[in-house]
């Protein structure tokens, strides 16, 4: 029942900025982790980054990490991703996702795998 509306990519230039937005509806937003992945052309899709479900913890991969923040507002059931100090290598399609916590504790914030829904993605590119 879950659905995540991810928004915000477009064109900029290397060492710009943009922020990803995900809009989520269904169940209660807070009982979701929430995680952002990437696609690049002819490559597996990748992990990014991810919040808790209280926004307390974040998780980057270390090619993202000081640059990207992700972050949540769940009053409004939305989450974000800054993006800042972009590279060409960071053009991909970026996705939101969200992972139904309930009794689990324990599992990989990383892992593809671990998510519940998806949405449809969002181009960023970077120019050089």
């Known amino acids: 029942q879950e659905q995540l509306v991810d928004s915000g990519g477009g064109l900029v230039q290397s060492g710009g900025s943009l922020r990803l937005s995900c809009a989520f509806s269904?169940?209660?937003?807070?009982?979701?982790?929430i995680g952002w992945f990437r696609q690049a052309p002819g490559k597996e899709r990748e992990f990014v980054a991810a919040?808790?479900?209280?926004?307390?913890?974040?998780y980057y991969a270390d090619s993202v990490k000081g640059r990207f923040t992700i972050s949540r507002d769940n009053a409004n059931d939305m989450a974000y991703l800054q993006m800042n100090s972009l590279k060409p290598e960071d053009t991909a399609v970026y996705y939101c996702a969200a992972k139904w916590i309930g009794a689990d504790s324990s599992w990989s914030i990383s892992r593809e795998y671990e998510y519940d829904a998806w949405g449809q993605g969002t181009q960023v590119t970077v120019s050089s």
């Open positions: 269904g169940r209660t937003f807070s009982s979701y982790a």
């Open positions: 919040i808790r479900w209280d926004g307390i913890n974040t």
